[in-house]
């Protein structure tokens, strides 16, 4: 081992430096070679900022401001040159709000586009302000929405889902209010005028405020009740029909879940209506469990109601019933009535007695949707042993929501929540509990200080990759568990070109992944971990880390990893990486495949599988000649010589049957096929016709083992045989080589 190898290990091994080893990068402003395009977020057009509306139909909606400029130039500017200066003006005004937003502006769209406005308008010319004044009004109309927007900081992940939860809880509320003001007028229609004034002017407390505070202490207001109360009334109702009635009645009107549906109604209650946003789990539950008996009541009050009006209540089946109706009596669809909760959370109050209240809410069915938000998932290394946490906590709980089975739960960086706003919106209108785990980028530690960046880093890196678990979308854990949405996720790293151009402006092109390591190099709090290598000492012994990873423990004694960076100059730069970074990027990568397998990708259950089925295949294939005997030779007989004759000219030999498929190979009986598209509509590279216009496999390589299932499913005649999977990394093959067996 040369000297320069022992240096370089040596940093490796104990993250120290020598004079004459890899220099420390404290202090230096070093960024992953892939962050070269991205000196700065804010003047790219991306994502962010989005803006949160509201729909006509009460629903919420979040756009992309992109999004919207670019719907709203397609319609309104003319394409090529004509529209080219329309088409400027609009995008510099979209830079403007953009920069707005990421140095902290606030407010409403159209506050922010007028203000943006303004600010371009002192720019240009007397001639073009009415021009430009016009067109950025046209394009606003275009728009057609209006609402917050905001950019990707700390407090986008609460903000984004707020918006939407509340959006939905009014949709809802509007329903619940409509439906309990009606049985309210309904209930208030069967006791009558009479009844109502008896019940409600000629109380004590109703009396007290019409005779006034001068002559408060001269009366008994409820002896004057008493007496004022009349005696003689002749009610149509039965006693105990009626008394039923005031009780639903009173907590109709009392009830605090939801805004009063009645002017009226606001007499009875004994103050407004509940609160259901919560920064601590611990006051959620608190307030849930205050409130049991409140919610029983209004669901009990409800029933009776509508039992009352449809004159339907049967007292002798309906009275034992109504008496034992306690929590254990609220079906679902009751819990889904009411209003749910949101509790917003962060990490740093993510302790055990926490986990265990988020785990308690998860488990009451309620419609309970909890955010625990990450700000900085890297800790340094601390304790005994010594090991650099990377936000695992938090994959743990989500984990274990998911294994609760009917827990909706969402994992993901803020740079991807526009893109995943979809899964947001299921999540948070879900009928039961959902848990998002959301890492917002903004530690304070990034190099760059972008959230947007770093969050997108993290997903990156596998940090903290995106998954889904929808107990909604189907029966069975393929249907339920995505990790749709992470790049690449076939793969353990991302991978990515750098092209670069070296001191003699020669073209290098590289292929590099994006490890945990890369995303370790971007917090400053790390930086003891890398040391650079000088130009002049690189050699075929450093290699990339996502490479040193892959190799064997005798490869690994004779390399040493590294990773890509770019200084300010953006001039390429390699840094020597220290075990325990590559030792907690192992541990990411190894979480990562777990995270795989319950996606459906790299799953062993379905690997091990495929091979017993593949070994079962050539089996049940495997010719036969080989292992049975030759037929005997029939004895020889002397045949008498033939006359002299010219040679016969040799007969063409005849040409050999064709080759069967080979075993676990797809095939379609030709044949057969009747021409009913049914396969070249799944995909037309993978099945073709041949001149008869008759089916075959083109390329059984140009589609997945799903779609030769399909086809040979819908096939009319039942002539497409899929064989067995070519691709053992292809998800839920374990269900589709049984479906397979079918045609085989």
């Known amino acids: 081992m040369n000297l320069e190898l022992i240096e370089l290990n040596a940093f490796y091994l104990t993250s120290r430096t020598s004079a004459s080893g890899p220099r420390p990068v404290t202090g230096t402003r070093l960024r992953p070679a892939l962050f070269a395009g991205y000196e700065d977020v804010s003047r790219l057009r991306h994502d962010y900022p989005l803006v949160l509306g509201r729909a006509a139909d009460g629903r919420a909606v979040v756009h992309s401001l992109t999004a919207m400029i670019n719907e709203a130039l397609t319609a309104h500017v003319k394409e090529g040159g004509d529209g080219e ?32 406005s303004r600010k371009l308008l002192k720019k240009v010319a007397n001639g073009q302000v009415h021009e430009l004044e016009e067109l950025f009004a046209t394009i606003h109309d275009a728009i057609g ?48 005028a009479e009844a109502r004034r008896t019940m409600d002017d000629l109380t004590p407390q109703n009396l007290e405020g019409h005779i006034g505070a001068s002559f408060a202490d001269a009366f008994d207001f409820e002896e004057m009740s008493r007496i004022l109360m009349p005696k003689t009334e002749k009610s149509t109702l039965p006693e105990d029909r009626r008394q039923r009635i005031v009780e639903a009645l009173d907590v109709l009107m009392s009830q605090r879940f939801f805004k009063p549906a009645m002017k009226g109604s606001r007499k009875n209650r004994p103050a407004g209506p509940h609160s259901f946003i919560y920064h601590s789990s611990a006051s959620a539950l608190k307030a849930i469990r205050k409130r ?66 988020i785990l308690e809410l998860l488990s009451s069915s309620l419609p309970v949707k909890i955010l625990v938000q990450s ?12 090991q650099i946490s990377t936000g695992t ?30 899964r947001l919106q299921s999540g948070l209108t879900f009928s039961g509990p959902a848990l998002f785990s959301i890492f917002s980028g903004a530690s304070g530690f990034a190099v760059d200080e972008q959230p947007y960046l770093t969050a997108a880093a993290a997903l990156e890196s596998r940090a903290f990759p995106i998954f889904c678990h929808d107990p909604s979308a189907g029966p069975d854990q393929a249907s339920r ?13 991302p991978a990515h070109s750098l092209t670069y151009a070296d001191e003699d402006l020669q073209r290098h092109d590289l292929d590099i992944r994006f490890t ?87 799953n062993s259950h379905a690997r091990r599988l495929l091979e017993r089925e593949r070994e079962r295949w050539e089996k049940e294939n495997r010719p036969q000649t080989a292992s049975q005997p030759a037929p005997a030779a029939p004895p020889e007989t002397p045949a008498p010589a033939p006359a002299a004759e010219p040679a016969p000219e040799t ?9 069967g498929p080979a075993p676990g190979e797809p095939f379609i009986d030709t044949p057969r096929c009747t021409t009913c598209n049914e396969c070249t509509q799944i995909n037309d590279k993978m099945f073709a016709y041949n001149d008869n216009m008759q089916a075959y496999i083109a390329d059984p390589d140009a589609g997945t083992f799903r779609q030769l299932v399909e086809a040979a499913e819908n096939c009319q005649v039942s002539i497409i045989h899929p064989g067995v999977p070519r691709n053992s990394d292809e998800a839920n093959l374990e269900e589709l080589i049984k479906r397979a067996e079918l045609f085989q």
């Open 481 to 493: 568990f995505s990790i749709a949405g992470n790049p690449q996720p076939e793969s353990d790293w």
């Open 375 to 386: 700000d900085d998932i890297l800790h340094p290394a601390t304790g005994i042993a010594a």
């Open 145 to 192: 929405l209006d609402g917050e927007i905001i950019g990707c900081n700390a407090r986008t992940p609460a903000r984004l889902l707020q918006h939407i939860w509340e959006m939905d809880q009014g949709r809802k509320a509007k329903v619940a209010q409509k439906r309990i003001g009606e049985l309210i007028l309904y209930l208030q229609n069967f006791l009558g």
């Open 393 to 422: 906590a938090i994959w743990n709980l989500a984990s274990m929501a998911a294994g609760l089975n009917d827990v909706f739960v969402f994992q993901s960086g803020a740079s991807a929540l526009y893109r995943l706003r979809d």
């Open 516 to 602: 945990f390591c890369e995303f370790a190099a971007t917090d400053s709090r790390f930086r003891e971990h890398f040391a650079l290598v000088p130009r002049d000492k690189w050699n075929d012994n450093l290699v990339q880390a996502s490479d040193y990873m892959d190799m064997s423990p005798e490869q690994q004694a004779e390399s040493i990893p590294c990773i890509l960076m770019i200084d300010e100059r953006n001039r390429l730069q390699k840094l020597v990486v220290t075990d325990k970074i590559i030792r907690t990027a192992c541990h990411c990568r190894e979480m990562w495949h777990r995270l795989q397998e319950l996606g459906g990708i790299h």
């Open 651 to 659: 007969p063409p030999a005849e040409a050999a049957p064709a080759a």
């Open 85 to 116: 200066f329309s088409r400027r003006k609009i995008l510099q005004l979209e830079a403007e709000i953009r920069k707005m937003v990421a140095a902290g502006t606030e407010g409403m769209l159209s506050e922010i586009w007028q203000a943006a």
């Open 292 to 357: 049991v008996p409140e919610m029983v009541s209004l669901i009990k009050a409800m029933a009776i109601a509508e039992l009352e009006v449809a004159n339907r209540y049967r007292p002798h089946e309906h009275d034992p019933f109504f008496a034992a109706f306690d929590e254990t009596s609220l079906l679902p669809e009751d819990l889904e009535f009411l209003p749910g909760y949101l509790v917003k959370l962060n990490e740093d109050e993510y302790d055990s007695a926490e986990k265990a209240r």
